[in-house]
């Protein structure tokens, strides 16, 4: 009878550490992101929430390198180059975003995305020209 008890006080706390750890406490306060997140005209779309504050919060479920984490779901599973790896302004490096135009025959379309039609800064708010002054 006693090692019953303990096994099934051992099955329970198991149960509340499983549950409690498997609850999203950020950014939001559920484990499913809201209708429309994933919408791109959306209000509340997860783009504009990561402009705003960041994607640091995403790392806990989409994994350090936001590859897809435990939730199996990346950034690059629908973004080629966002977010972009910390070497993107680093032109000697093959992650970098010169890297990156060579390899696509210096098309731009994919940057267009984020940075505006005119490449002028778009919801970026990142303008080639901010660093670039002659393209």
């Not at 379309?109 to 393209?135: F, T």
């Amino acid at each position: 009878m006693k090692k019953t008890l303990i096994v099934l006080n051992i099955i329970f706390a198991l149960i509340i550490m499983i549950s409690y750890c498997s609850t999203d406490k950020n950014p939001l306060p559920s484990v499913s992101h809201p209708e429309g997140w994933n919408t791109a005209n959306a209000e509340n779309r997860h783009g504009t929430k990561v402009l705003e504050t960041g994607y640091v919060s995403c790392k806990s479920c989409h994994g350090v390198d936001l590859k897809g984490g435990k939730t199996g779901n990346g950034c690059f599973d629908c973004h080629q180059t966002y977010p972009h790896p910390e070497e993107w302004s680093e032109f000697e490096n093959s992650n970098s975003h010169a890297a990156y135009l060579k390899a696509n025959n210096y098309s731009k379309e994919y940057c267009k995305g984020c940075h505006g039609v005119d490449l002028s800064g778009g919801k970026s708010g990142v303008a080639c020209s901010s660093c670039h002054p002659n393209k």
